[in-house]
């Protein structure tokens, strides 16, 4: 049974920054694929980005060039470093972890707020 929390959601400036942090317990971490979801007010939950056990990153458009993923695997914590935020990344950030050979993200967290005012 693998455990996530996130952290590091709050209200922001457009413009600004925001690291959260996703903490995994349970199972073995560095074996696990993570990816950060997001789900807006009305909207269906969206992928956001990604990072496999190996490294290799993937992500949105969107996020291109804002929005960084990495992992610490001695600490069992991946991180989502978002830099020139805007509104429409507002939304409720999922942290969720992979532990599966098909690839499907089978444990989440309970999510972290993040707002960015205009």
């Known amino acids: 049974q693998v455990q996530l929390v996130e952290s590091g959601g709050g209200l922001v400036q457009a413009g600004g920054s925001l690291r959260l942090s996703c903490a995994a317990s349970g199972g073995t971490f560095g074996s696990y694929g993570m990816g950060w979801f997001r789900q807006a007010p009305g909207k269906e939950r969206e992928f956001v980005i990604a990072?496999?056990?190996?490294?290799?990153?993937s992500y949105i458009e969107s996020v291109k060039g804002r929005f960084t993923i990495s992992r610490d695997n001695a600490k069992n914590t991946v991180y989502l470093q978002m830099n020139s935020l805007r509104p429409e990344d507002t939304a409720i950030y999922y942290c969720a972890a992979s532990t599966l050979a098909a690839g499907t993200y089978n444990y989440w967290g309970q999510g972290t707020q993040v707002t960015v005012s205009s």
């Open positions: 990072i496999n056990w190996s490294g290799s990153i």
